[in-house]
């Protein structure tokens, strides 16, 4: 079994490497450029979720009573 570990990941590092891999990399830019994109999403997100929840919370306080 650890062999096999040994042989998988050697194979993996070959196919990732960066001199002679088949994987190709993103470059800087495009990486934070998605980063970029990812934050956004999450704070629109999170914003739209604080609203339902805030409103949510009022409507429960009026139909209560408090």
């Known amino acids: 079994m ?12 070959v196919e990732v490497s960066p001199k002679n891999g088949k994987v190709s990399w993103p470059t800087r830019k495009v ?3 998605a980063t970029g994109v990812v934050l ?6 999170t914003t739209y979720i604080g609203i339902v929840d805030w409103a949510s919370i ?3 306080n009026l139909v209560i009573g408090r």
């Open 31 to 33: 990486i934070l450029g």
């Open 58 to 60: 009022s409507l429960l």
């Open 2 to 13: 650890h062999n096999k570990a040994k042989k998988f990941l050697r194979e993996v590092w």
């Open 40 to 45: 956004v999403c999450v704070a629109i997100i």
